[in-house]
C-alpha cells in the first residue's frame, strides 16, 4: 500500500533517550525543558527569534486572529485546507474569498481591492503546497489599507523566500507540525511575528491568559504543548535536511517521469527555495484526475485531493462562486510523497497515470454500420475487431 504520506520518523532510541530524561525530570508540560530547547532549535534553524511552540497548526492561527484583534471581515483564500477558514469563523469573523491565480493556486493580489469593505480588517493567506503568495504584493495592499496580514505558512517548514524562512513575514506567519506535514512533532504548530509585543500576547494566551501564578493579563485558552511532542520535534530537527533533500530528488523524479503528461505543476515562486512539500497535479480534466485516482487506487496507491472542496463553498460561509479555484479543485490531485518513498514506487505510479492518459476510448461502431452476420449477433464489433 502507498498513501499520499507517510510520517517520518526517528530511531526509536533516539526517541527514548528523550523520554527517559522525561521520566528523571516529571515534568511532562507546561513550557518544560525540552519545549524550551526545541523552540531555541527552531529559532537557530529558521533564523526567526520571535516564535512559539503551541499544540496545533489550527489553535496557532486562532491565536494570531485574537492576538491582532480582528474582528469583521477577513480576506481570504478558498484553496486551503478548512482550518483555514474554519478558524476566522471560530474567532467571530467572516471570510471574504479572493479567487486564486491559475498558476499558483494562491490567492490573487489583483483581486484583492476589489473584496476590501469598510469592515475589512485583515489578509488571512495561505501558502498552497509551501509556494510562498505574491508577498511584497499583499503586503503592498495590506499597508495601503491599513490591514493586519496572517499568513497560513501549515505547509512551509523549510522554505526560504528572498533567503529568509517564509515565517518571517507577514504580522504573524503559523504553522502546522501535524504528522503529515514535512517536519513534524506528531501533533503541533507553532506562531512566528516580529513584534515583541504581539509574542508576549501570544505568549500569555497559550496558557490561559496567565502572566503569574495567580494573574491574569486577559482571556487565554490552553494552546500549549508538551515534553513528549517537543522531544519527537528535536529528534525529526536533525535529520531535516536529508528530509528535504530526499523530497527534492522525488520530486525531479516525477516531473521527469510525468513530463508528457495531460496536466501542469503549480508554477513555483522565482525567489524562494522551495521545500517539496507537495506533489500535486493539475490535470487537463477531471475526467483523466478521476480516471487516474481510480486506476492507482486499485493498486492500492492513494492520492489524495488537496484541496476539495473550495473552502467558498462550505455550507457555514456566505457561498461565492470563485471561477478558477471552483475549477482548479475539481482537477487538482496530490500524488504520494513521503521520505520512504522508492524511486521504483514512484516509477509505477507515473506508469499508471501515463497509461490512463495514453489510453484511446474504443469508437463504437454504430449499430447500422455493423454488417450483420446471422452468426455474430450476439458479439459486439468494436473498432473491427470481434469481442
Ligand atoms: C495542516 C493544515 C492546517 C492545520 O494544522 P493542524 O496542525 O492539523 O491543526 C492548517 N492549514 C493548512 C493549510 C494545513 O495544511
Known amino acids: 500500500m502507498i498513501p499520499v504520506t507517510k510520517p517520518f520518523l526517528p530511531k526509536a532510541e533516539d526517541f527514548k533517550r528523550y523520554v527517559d ?11 518544560g525543558p525540552l519545549l524550551n530547547e526545541l523552540e531555541l532549535k527552531l529559532q537557530e534553524y529558521l533564523g526567526i527569534k520571535h516564535l512559539l511552540y503551541v ?3 489550527t489553535i496557532a492561527i486562532q491565536l494570531a486572529i485574537k492576538a491582532l484583534g480582528i474582528q469583521g471581515e477577513v480576506i481570504t483564500t478558498p484553496f486551503s485546507y478548512v482550518a483555514t477558514t474554519s478558524s476566522i469563523v471560530w474567532e467571530g469573523c467572516t471570510p471574504v474569498y479572493v479567487d486564486i491565480d491559475p498558476e499558483t493556486f494562491n490567492i490573487d493580489p489583483a483581486k484583492i481591492e476589489a473584496a476590501i469593505t469598510p469592515e475589512t480588517t485583515a489578509i488571512l493567506a495561505t ?8 508577498i511584497d504584493a499583499i503586503q503592498a495592499i495590506a499597508d495601503k489599507h491599513q490591514l493586519k ?5 501549515a505547509h512551509c517548514f523549510g522554505t526560504t523566500y528572498k533567503n529568509k524562512s517564509v515565517f518571517a513575514y507577514g504580522d504573524i506567519s503559523t504553522a502546522s507540525f501535524h504528522a503529515t506535514k514535512l517536519f513534524h512533532t506528531i501533533e503541533g504548530g507553532a506562531v512566528f511575528t516580529k513584534s515583541p509585543k504581539l509574542l508576549k500576547i501570544m505568549a500569555g494566551m497559550r496558557n490561559f491568559g496567565h502572566n503569574g501564578p495567580e494573574s491574569f493579563s486577559g482571556p487565554g485558552i490552553n494552546a500549549k504543548n508538551c515534553e513528549f511532542r517537543a522531544a519527537m520535534g528535536l529528534c525529526n530537527l536533525k535529520h531535516i535536511e536529508e528530509i528535504l533533500e530526499t523530497r527534492r530528488k522525488l ?3 516525477y516531473f521527469k517521469r510525468l513530463k508528457n503528461i495531460k496536466g501542469k505543476f503549480p508554477k513555483l515562486n522565482a525567489d524562494m527555495d522551495y521545500n517539496f512539500a507537495y506533489f500535486p497535479v493539475l490535470f487537463d480534466s477531471e475526467v483523466l484526475m478521476q480516471q487516474c485516482m481510480k486506476k492507482l487506487e486499485g493498486a492500492k496507491i492513494y492520492c489524495r485531493r488537496y484541496f476539495y472542496p473550495s473552502l467558498s463553498s462550505l455550507h457555514y460561509v456566505n457561498q461565492t462562486a470563485m471561477p478558477i479555484c471552483d475549477d482548479v479543485v475539481k482537477r487538482i490531485l496530490c500524488l504520494p510523497l513521503y521520505h520512504t518513498l522508492t524511486t521504483a514506487d514512484l516509477d509505477l505510479i507515473c506508469r499508471l497515470i501515463m497509461r490512463v492518459q495514453n489510453y484511446q476510448e474504443p469508437v463504437l461502431l454504430k449499430r447500422k454500420e455493423i454488417k450483420t452476420n446471422p452468426a455474430d449477433n450476439n458479439l459486439q464489433r468494436i473498432n473491427g475487431h470481434t469481442f
Open 127 to 134: 501558502h498552497v503546497y509551501g509556494n510562498p503568495c505574491d
Open 149 to 153: 496580514v496572517i499568513y497560513d505558512a
Open 21 to 31: 530524561t522525561i521520566w528523571e525530570r516529571q515534568w511532562l508540560t507546561n513550557n
Open 55 to 57: 499544540s496545533n497548526g
Open 251 to 253: 520530486s525531479y523524479h
